[in-house]
Structures are given as C-alpha cells and as structure tokens.
C-alpha cells in the first residue's frame, strides 16, 4: 500500500511538468504568428453596388384616385407592387356578387366597391447609375352605380371606372425626382435614393 503513494506522486510532478511545457510550446507559438496574417480591416464606404438595393418613393397625385405615397427597397431586375386603397368621395358604392366583374372590384369589409390604385414598379440599372424603369399604373373607383340586368333581373352595380397605362422611362438614382403626367392627369413622382 505505502508503495503506490510514491508512484501517484511522480505521476502528478510528470503530469504537472507536461502542462507547463505545453503552456510554454503554445506561448512560443504564438509569438511567432506574424501580424501580417491578422483580419485585413474591413472598410465602409458610402457607395452601393449597381445592383444592390435602393430605395425608392412612389408618389401618386390624383384628382380622381386620391393621393398616396410610399417607400420601398428594391434591386436592379425586380419588381415590387404598390396598392392603395381608399374611400371614394360620396362613399363606397353596394355590390353584390350578381355585379358583373364582381371579383375583380376593390371591396371594403361590407363588400362595397372602393377606389384602388396599383403600381408595379419595376427599376433596371445601368452600369452608369442610370435606372431604365417600367411603371404600370391601374387604378379603379366607383362613381355611383348603374342598372345592370342580370338572371333576368334589374339590380344595382357600381358604375366603376378603370384607369390602365404603362409607361417606361429613365432617371438617376441619387436622390433626384422623376415626375410623370399621366393620360388621365394623375401626377406619380419617384425618387430614388442609395
């Protein structure tokens, strides 16, 4: 018995002996990393890639669809859509589901017609910064109803009133704003900003 506490004891020394060694061998090693090899500093700059996102705002002035405004990020080559949809002046006019193109019209929760106005939106940019855009406008509102006959009866449906163009055109991409007139008068206006 008195014997193995001898050989514990040398045991601990080597093992104690082994650990500085290793603390000795990896503190060595460390010195000898060059700084050269250390993390490269990243830097920032101001500038995005042509491709990379940018933000631009919509802008919809409308006598007869109303007024709207919104922001969104977007990279060269997609398309985002903008909907609005808001009380036309006299109200939402009724509509049942016997209204022609029923599915098709802006609804509220009460399923009365509405005004609505949609844009796609839709930025190619150039190895100059220069953004060659694609807008589709559509925009409907009711204005008042109409006697429609439908199953052989004579019911009410919203008079609704549909607004389409699509126009293409080209603007700079660092801060300034692109204003278009529109056939039916309504104004959209678009900044874009990286």
Known sequence: MSSSYPRSGVSVVASLATLATLATLAGA?????????AATPITVTSQSALDGPIR?????T??????AQETRTI???????????????GGPVAATQACPNYTSLPLDANGAMIRQTQIRFAPVVGSDGTATVQLSFQA???????????????????NDVTVSQIVRFTMAT???????????GTEIAVSAKR
């Open 29 to 37: 090693l460390i010195a000898v990393i060059p700084a050269a090899e």
């Open 56 to 60: 631009y705002t919509v802008r919809v």
């Open 62 to 67: 409308s006598k007869q669809f109303g007024n």
């Open 75 to 89: 990279r060269s080559g997609q398309s985002d859509d903008f909907t609005w949809k808001t009380v036309p002046p």
């Open 140 to 158: 409907q509102m009711p204005q008042g109803d109409k006697s429609v006959t439908s199953g052989g009866q004579t019911i009410k449906c919203p």
């Open 174 to 184: 660092s801060g300034s704003t692109k204003t278009l007139t529109l056939d039916d």
